[in-house]
């Protein structure tokens, strides 16, 4: 399957995957999962809000809890270079149809609220208040002491007319997964794309969508995720632990995700490499196992088929109706 070359100057410069803003039930049961157990610190907080970063973060929020009676994810933030980038931004999608508003946000600059071809809820920022970076405050590490947020998972229902949105972009594609029809032909299940010169800040995946299927943070290394295992059993919260410890073969990042009280789902991992330079992207057999875990064991069904709505967006199902390799599939085919 061929992918189109790079776009290496675009129309407006997005620099990474910036924050998240979920909506949780029970503010405080969510503030202290993700800080006892993931170790994000709170830079502040309200009687309707959490605002939470990573140790090594200097930004002031990563992931926003807002108090509803709902849980959906509200936007997902992509950080751009400068304002001007902002304005280039507004007019590029005006150009193209698509309503964009700048908005007033806690702790941010400038912001713009805009929706890409699936009805996915951005939100685009340049600056955000600074609080210090803690990632040497170790008398402050808890659970799995978070760095950084990295990147998203999208399910999306046409994962090529995601990229389609994206690729103009800038947003370089570093691997991605194909499925096999009868005939030969392939088709494009998933792709891996970045910014920020590593493997990823947006995956988007073959599934009902759009819908934020996790978030994730980077840690130190791997006694940090095995310590965010053993604090997840010692809070009595080891059934939130969907999946891994694991090694992906995608990125080849060392893996663990949790749900949290809403359902959320968040990756905590390390060790994935640098995708700068331009160089081809690497592609998956969606058939080949190690693609998924290099350890052996694929994920339960409920990975595949759980995942958080979209303020606003209605789910769509997916074009490629193809039966994702479960876990549950897995072990009825060894069963056999
Ligand atoms: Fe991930």
Redesign the pocket.
Known sequence: MAMDDFVLNPPFNVTRASHVVLTVRDLDASKAFYTDLAGLVVSDEDSDAVYLRGMEENCHHSLVLRKAGNTLCKRIGLRMQTDDDLKKAADYFGARGAETQFVDTPYQGLTLHVRDSQGMPLEFCATMEFRPRLMTAYDQYRGASAQRLD?Y?IQSSDVRRAYDFYQPLGFRTSEYTYSKNADGTENLWGVWMQRKGNPHDI?FTNGPGPRLH?F?YTLRDASDMIRACDVAGALGLGQRLERGPGRHGISGAMFVYFRDPDGHRI?L?NTHYQHIDIEPPIAWDLADPKRADQWGLPAQEKWFAEATAFEGADIVPPTLSIEPPTLERFLKIKAA
């Open positions: 990147h998972q995956v996790h994730a990756e991992f």
